[in-house]
Structures are given as structure tokens and as C-alpha cells.
């Protein structure tokens, strides 16, 4: 093997979302913002269904996980890519960026089973209601949440176990505002065909599984949604799922987009508007999807703004 031009990589060259100074403080301003609205949506969610214990039910303790998965999984990119942008360096250290990848990933993927199983748990509720608290009984729902959390780490370690094979040359720069696992594959110069195979079988997997599940719940909730003779009985079952709905659509839309393809058949710019989107836009939009069109959310949060005097401005 030609040794010649291969020199141990220490750190990479995060390049951002732009080169442009006057565009960074703007992307700044903006990935502040959503930042912080996902950290402090998201965060309300778990408090207020962790202190009303009307909310302790599977369905609300699937949502305070989706709720906690999207605060990490923006936590892993924002905070450091904010950093590099204020202090006006790029670099990121080896091992800070296979951390990052892992975490990364580990979000992503748990949050992609954390859909499906909320679609399961809907398609319990809405198709064998009277059977709902014998199906889903605590010891089952604290697998269904278990089970996410355990696959996730394994599908991450995977990848980062192969990643971490890989050789770097010269080349350390990295055209990304984090270390995702797309572009360090393009960036190696070790052959990386095992893991662009690894990453789409995973990923492959990791996508239809929850995407199936959701699929065939939905097929029996239009079904019987559509059985319900009064219009506000159908109303109100449609409400309880279209809200997840929507966040299935967005979240796949982008995923598939992104992920299903090998990372040399696409430009370098979808692979970036795609993790915007999955690490920080859906994220942020979950809270609110989730929370404002829901009664029993907006009065649990309405509570816990009231009780614990949180603003008291608003209160
Ligand atoms: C996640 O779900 C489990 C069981 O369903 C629950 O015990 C736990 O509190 C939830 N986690 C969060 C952060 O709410």
C-alpha cells in the first residue's frame, strides 16, 4: 500500500453552511432562534406531561421521548456549528467528529422508530379501543420505548465502527456544518464501498420498518375513520393522528430524499438542506404539531405555566 500521501488526520474543516461573513451572521441569527424554540418547546412538552399525571399514558410518555430525542438531536450539530461561527474557526477535532456522527445518528434513528411505534400506538387506540390498556400495558410500552434506544445505538455504532476504519489524506475539509456520516464517506480516500452497502442496507431497514408500520396503521385508522357515521366523531379521531401524520410526511420526505441515495449520485447541497431539516426544522416543528392542536397538551402546558409561575407575564 502506497504510504507516500497518506498523513494522519487530527482535526476536520467544518465549512458551514456558507462562506459568505455577511450570510453567516444571518444563519447565525436563525439557527440561534430555532435552536433555542426547540430546546424550550420540546422541553415544556416533557415537563408538562411529566407533571400532570393525566398524561402518563403511552401515548404522551412515546411523545416526551420523540420530545427528548429532537432536543439531542439538534444539540449534537447547533451548539458546536453556533461556536465555530462565533469564534470564526472551522475546525473540529477527530474525535469530536466521530462523537458527533455516532450522536447523530443515534437521534435520527431513534427518532425514525419512535414514529412508527407512535403510529402503532394510534392504530391500537383508533382500530381495537376496547382492547387499548390490555395491548398496550406498561411493561409493553416501556419496551416499545426501550427497543428504539437500544436498536439506534447498535445502527450507530455500526456506522461508526466502519467509519472509524476509514483512511483520511490530505483532504480534511469537510463541506457540512457537522459531521455527518455522508460526507465524511465522500471525503475518505480508502475505498468505502462497504460502508456506503452498510449505510444503505441499515438504512433501508431502519426506514421501512417504522415507515411499513405507519403505513398499515393508517390504512386501518382511514378505514375505520371513515365507519364513524357522525362527522364530529370522525373529526376528532382524524385530528388525533393527522397532526402525526404530518410529521411522518416531512420527516420521510426528507430522509428518503437523502438517505436512500449513495452520497456520490447527488450534489453535496442535498445532502445538507436534507440534515437541516431532520436535525434542526423537524425538531423544532414536533412541539408544536403536536402540542397546539391538542387540548388535553394545551391545557397541561397551560397549567404548568400558571402553577409554576414559569412567565409570569403570560400567566
Ligand atoms: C419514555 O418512555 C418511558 C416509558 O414508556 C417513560 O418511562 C419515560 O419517562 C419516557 N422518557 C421521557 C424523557 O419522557
Known sequence: MNQGNQTTIYEFILLGLSNQVEKEKLIFVLFLSMYLVTVVGNGLIILAIGLDIHLHTPMYLFLANLSFADISSSSTSVPKMLMNIQTKSQSISYEE?????????????????????MAYDRFVAICHPLNYTIIMH??????LTVCPWFLSNIVALTHTLLASQLVFCNQNTIPHFFCDLAPLLKLSCSDAMINELVKFIVGLSV???????ILFSYVCIIRDVLRISSREGKWKAFSTCGSHLTVVILFYGTIVG??????STHPEDTDKIGAVLFTVVTPMMNPFIYSLRNKDMKGALRKLINEKHFFPLVS
Not at 467528529?97 to 411505534?117: E, P
Not at 426506514?207 to 408500520?213: C, S
Not at 437523502?258 to 452520497?263: I, L, R
Open 138 to 143: 406498561s411493561r409493553f410500552c416501556v419496551l
Open 258 to 263: 437523502v438517505y436512500f441515495f449513495p452520497s
Open 207 to 213: 426506514i421501512t420498518f417504522p415507515f411499513a408500520l
Open 97 to 117: 467528529c466521530i462523537t458527533q456522527m455516532y450522536f447523530s445518528i443515534v437521534f435520527v434513528v431513534v427518532d425514525n422508530f419512535l414514529l412508527g411505534v
